[in-house]
């Protein structure tokens, strides 16, 4: 366990074994990714991997693009003009819990993939998680070059490889996330507040072998 500096909350940590390969320490019930096995693997026609300091660079120049296109689009307020902070990334980096998918050695996109409870998931409004049992993986922070179709749908098969229950949210007004999440098998469950205290629709998708919670 760790204690981030930017948000004051408690997290879990990576270890790296080698160059390619994880494990989790203390990330949560086994049947939540015990084990990130493989993370330096093929996915598509690219590759996916743990981020390095050395990718900062390329990774705040993708996220200034995804700031961009959403502001383009009519979602100026998620991400404003400096989230995620240089700081947070260093933070997610350190901790072995901030990815990138690379294409012939290039960036192409780059998300945080969490195992274990998410505090702010901890109360949902305006409906119910279709499973709040199984232990759950969260993505935040996915953005890309936008040079590449298909790269969200990766990144979503990746990270179901490591858990049986996926769980992502946005905001109202990024229609492209939601339309994303929904064309790859998410169901929208309800209303979370992050914690500033602003609502996000909230999102989850349960593996072929895990079954919806009775009412």
Not at 48 to 54: D, I, K, P, V
Not at 134 to 163: N, Q
């Amino acid at each position: 366990k760790k204690t981030s500096r930017v948000s004051g909350t408690s997290f879990d940590v990576l270890r790296w074994k080698n160059d390619a390969e994880c494990v989790t320490i203390k990330a949560g019930p086994e049947k939540c990714g015990s084990a990130l096995r493989r993370i330096e693997r093929e996915g598509g026609n690219g590759m996916f991997r743990g981020a390095r300091r050395s990718d900062l660079e390329q990774i705040l120049e993708i996220y200034a693009h995804a700031r961009k296109a959403m502001a383009d689009s009519g979602n100026p307020t998620q991400w404003g003009d400096s989230y995620p902070p240089q700081e947070m990334l260093e933070e997610d980096i350190d901790s072995n819990r901030l990815f990138v998918y690379t294409v012939n050695g290039r960036l192409e996109a780059v998300f945080a993939f969490i195992l274990g409870p998410d505090p702010t998931y901890a109360k949902i409004e305006d409906g119910q998680w279709l499973n709040d049992e199984v232990p759950y993986g969260t993505i935040h922070r996915l953005a890309s070059t936008g040079d590449r179709r298909g790269v969200a749908s990766e990144v979503i098969a990746w990270c179901l490889e490591h858990c049986e229950s996926l769980r992502a949210d946005t905001h109202a007004d990024n229609k492209i996330m939601q339309h994303l999440l929904e064309k790859n098998g998410f169901a929208r469950c309800g209303i979370i507040h992050v914690e500033d205290g602003t609502p996000r629709v909230a999102y989850q998708r349960l593996s072929a072998t895990v079954h919806m919670q009775e009412e």
